[in-house]
T-cell receptor, first 113, second 115 residues
Framework: DSGVTQTPKHLITATGQRVTLRCSPR?????VYWYQQSLDQGLQFLIH???????AKGNILERFSAQQFPDLHSELNLSSLELGDSALYFC????????????FGPGTRLTVL | GENVEQHPSTLSVQEGDSAVIKCTYS??????FPWYKQELGKRPQLIID?????GEKKDQRIAVTLNKTAKHFSLHITETQPEDSAVYFC??????????????FGQGTRLTINP
C-alpha cells in the first residue's frame, strides 16, 4: 500500500458523459500527478499540481481538467467522454523536492461504452 | 519534445539468467531516472532510481547504470526469478520550476521469466 488512495476503482459510463476521479495523496505530500494508461500502453503524463496550483501539463485534452483542493486531494474531471478515453487513470504523489519518488495510487479503470 | 525510448518491448529469459532493459532520453536537462515495475492490474512501484550525479547504483539483484553523455540508462536484473515477471518502465524526470517535476515514461518492457 503506497498510502495514495483513488476512488472509484472502476467506472463504467457512456459516451458523451462526464465523470470525476478522486485522489488523496500520501500524508505530507504536496504534489499530485495524474497519468493515463491505455491498454498495452505506457504511462502518459497528464497534469501536475503542487500545493493547490497547477505546475505542469502534459498531453491533457481540453475536455479534461483537474484541480487540487486545500486539503491536497485532487480531482480529475473528464467530460464529453469518447470510447478512446477508456483507460486506467493513476494519480501519484511526492514530497516537496523535485527529486523524490512518485508513489502511485491503485488506479481507476474507466470504461466508456 | 521530451521523449524516452525503451527497448526491448518484450523480453523472455530463463530463470537464473540476467535481463537487461535499455532506455534513451532526449532532454539533456533530465536529472532523475526511476525504474518502475508494474504487475498485471497493479500500480507501478519504484524498484530503483538514479540521479544525474551518479553513474551506477545497485540494490541486491537490481542495478542501474547511467551514461549522461550518451543520454542512456539501463536496468540490469541478475539471477532472475519467476516473481520478476512484470512490465518494467523507465522514466526521465526534470524540474520545471521549484517544486515542479515531470516524468516521461518509456513504453515499457514485458519481462517473462521462464522456469
Amino acid at each position: 500500500d503506497s498510502g495514495v488512495t483513488q476512488t472509484p476503482k472502476h467506472l463504467i459510463t457512456a459516451t458523451g458523459q462526464r465523470v470525476t476521479l478522486r485522489c488523496s495523496p500520501r500524508s505530507g505530500d504536496l504534489s499530485v500527478y495524474w497519468y493515463q494508461q491505455s491498454l498495452d500502453q505506457g504511462l502518459q503524463f497528464l497534469i501536475h499540481y503542487y500545493n493547490g496550483e497547477e505546475r505542469a501539463k502534459g498531453n491533457i485534452l481540453e475536455r479534461f481538467s483537474a484541480q487540487q483542493f486545500p486539503d491536497l486531494h485532487s480531482e480529475l474531471n473528464l467530460s464529453s467522454l469518447e470510447l478512446g478515453d477508456s483507460a486506467l487513470y493513476f494519480c501519484a504523489s511526492s514530497e516537496l523536492s523535485s527529486y523524490n519518488e512518485q508513489f502511485f495510487g491503485p488506479g481507476t479503470r474507466l470504461t466508456v461504452l | 519534445g521530451e521523449n524516452v525510448e525503451q527497448h526491448p518491448s518484450t523480453l523472455s529469459v530463463q530463470e537464473g539468467d540476467s535481463a537487461v532493459i535499455k532506455c534513451t532520453y532526449s532532454d539533456s536537462a533530465s536529472n532523475y531516472f526511476p525504474w518502475y515495475k508494474q504487475e498485471l492490474g497493479k500500480r507501478p512501484q519504484l524498484i530503483i532510481d538514479i540521479r544525474s550525479n551518479v553513474g551506477e547504483k545497485k540494490d541486491q539483484r537490481i542495478a542501474v547504470t547511467l551514461n549522461k553523455t550518451a543520454k542512456h540508462f539501463s536496468l540490469h536484473i541478475t539471477e532472475t526469478q519467476p516473481e520478476d515477471s512484470a512490465v518494467y518502465f523507465c522514466a526521465a524526470s526534470w524540474s520545471i520550476i521549484q517544486g515542479a517535476q515531470k516524468l516521461v515514461f518509456g513504453q515499457g518492457t514485458r519481462l517473462t521469466i521462464n522456469p
